[in-house]
């Protein structure tokens, strides 16, 4: 399937692009977190202002002899002070002045000697939001006189639109201050995390389109933090995908050359064993004798050629299915295992057509139930068990036992309805164990052998097959007193 041809976004989908939206948009709202502490601020001192002006003109009043002023002074100082009617209490006496004769309905009260911070922030936000012109009573005491409560009379759209004004000074400003910080924060981190990463990515890029170019592969360079750690490791990751591409494309041209190779070899090697067996009527002792020698060779080198012309197939092949007991298969393997070995059979007697053979110490001893019954490939289960109970035995293991254990698979919630049941068969042996390169490369092929002239693939085809059947092979343990493997399959209930 052909990938798609990746390219870096435009700048209006690019990080630096969310990283300047999201950098004003976070100062704006925290300027939403003052704007209100300072609306309600405001509003507190253009009261007290107000009381002072009231004040002041009260103290004109006060200075006159006979406390009276005329009616234009009277209105010219109120409209100064911006107040509809002060009235100043003292100990002895009450001071009022007053635009009109009638005196203002008064809509609100407010009481300037009681404060909390919640009622500040309540009563700014209705008054910035108020659409009608209120009359409120300011009670307080002057700035200039604490002693003394004053009393003046305002318009509430007064107060709005001055509250506004200051409203939308703030909003001016804090838009300056979002886009200056901005900008300071976004080329600060632009150049110091967003263009690297561009780089980066571009790099990737550059790298997915051609990995075995050499010039692909990105320099680290100087940086030490994060970003420089990750280029770091991106180049020595890219070194070494480039260094398994080439080792896969050398083991791709001696794989096709092997299959090759092994095909014509086993070809020629089944001639010759016919040839091999004519001469087992030679009337010659000592060719007889060498006979069985040249046979079992020639068997191995057959062996070998088929476990790498099926270990060159790109799939596996498919399965053909069919029902039976786990005990039926693992017993046939053990027979046939035994019988090319030309070791004593089970009932301890030896079959009169191997009259020659030596017999042999090694012993398969089975402890399996018989109602374990399987839905799988018959042939390809038989050849995975095969290589798992033959290996110990060529690595001088003089006995394998075959035993299990039920596992009960389970779904997330614990139950185990619906889910296929588990068997974990066991194949222990008392050989010396496997050797460290051997548990380093368990599973790989041509690299993972326990014996001297083994390739290496029986483990490999072995796992491959078990996989096929949604099954799982793994090392239990090894040491000095064998090894024991597990292969894990699915069960028929």
Not at 169 to 186: E, Q
Request: hydrophobic share 45%.
């Amino acid at each position: 399937m052909e990938r798609p041809h990746l390219k870096l976004p435009p700048w209006a989908k690019s990080l630096s692009a969310r990283l300047l939206v999201l950098t004003v948009s976070f100062i704006m709202l925290a300027e939403i977190f003052v704007f209100a502490p300072s609306v309600a601020r405001f509003r507190i001192d253009w009261l007290k202002a107000h009381l002072d002006s009231g004040y002041l003109a009260a103290l004109a009043l006060e200075a006159t002899p006979d406390q009276m002023i005329p009616d234009d002074l009277e209105k010219e100082l109120l409209s100064n002070a911006g107040l509809e009617a002060v009235i100043l209490r003292r100990e002895d006496r009450k001071l009022l002045l007053q635009r009109d004769d009638m005196p203002a309905k008064v809509d609100k009260d407010i009481d300037l000697t009681e404060f909390s911070i919640i009622m500040a922030l309540m009563e700014g936000l209705s008054t910035l939001s108020q659409s009608e012109d209120r009359m409120l009573r300011v009670v307080g005491m002057p700035s200039m006189a604490p002693d003394f409560e004053i009393e003046v009379l305002v318009h509430e759209k007064t107060l709005t639109d001055a509250m506004r004004n200051f409203g939308w000074r703030v909003f001016g400003l804090s838009l300056m201050i979002s886009f200056f910080t901005a900008g300071l924060v976004y080329f600060a981190l632009n150049r110091l995390m967003v263009r690297p990463m561009r780089t980066l990515t571009r790099d990737m890029i550059r790298f997915r389109e051609n990995p075995q170019d050499k010039a692909s592969v990105i320099t680290p360079g100087l940086r030490d933090d994060e970003i420089g750690v990750a280029r770091q490791e991106l180049a020595i990751m890219q070194q070494d995908i480039q260094a398994m591409l080439n080792q896969r494309r050398r083991l791709a041209a001696l794989g096709t050359a092997a299959t090759k190779i092994s095909h014509d070899l086993r070809n020629a090697l089944a001639t010759s064993m016919l040839m091999t067996e004519q001469l087992a009527k030679s009337e010659d002792d000592e060719v007889r004798a060498v006979v069985p020698r040249l046979l079992s060779s020639m068997e191995r080198a057959v062996y070998i050629s088929e476990q790498t012309l099926s270990f060159a197939r790109d799939t596996p092949p498919p399965r053909d299915l069919a029902k039976f007991t786990l005990i039926e298969l693992i017993e046939e393997v053990r027979d046939q295992i035994l019988l090319q070995k030309s070791e004593p059979l089970l009932d301890g007697h030896t079959p009169e057509t191997v009259k020659d053979a030596h017999p042999c110490s090694a012993r398969i001893q089975i402890d399996l139930p018989d109602d374990i019954m399987l839905e799988a490939d018959y042939d390809m289960l038989f050849r995975a068990f095969s290589n798992l109970m033959r290996n110990p035995l060529e690595a001088g293991a003089d006995e394998v036992t075959v035993t299990y254990k039920l596992v009960a698979a389970k779904n997330q919630t614990g139950e185990s309805d619906k889910q296929p049941n588990l068997i974990d068969v066991f194949i222990n042996d008392n050989g010396p164990g496997l050797p460290e390169k051997a548990i380093k490369n368990l599973f790989v092929p041509f690299a993972g052998s326990g014996r001297t002239g083994g390739t290496g693939l029986g483990l490999a085809i072995a796992r491959e097959l078990i996989s096929t059947h949604n099954g799982d092979l793994h090392l239990v343990s090894t040491g000095p007193n064998g090894a024991v493997f597990c292969v894990k399959l699915p069960y028929l209930a």
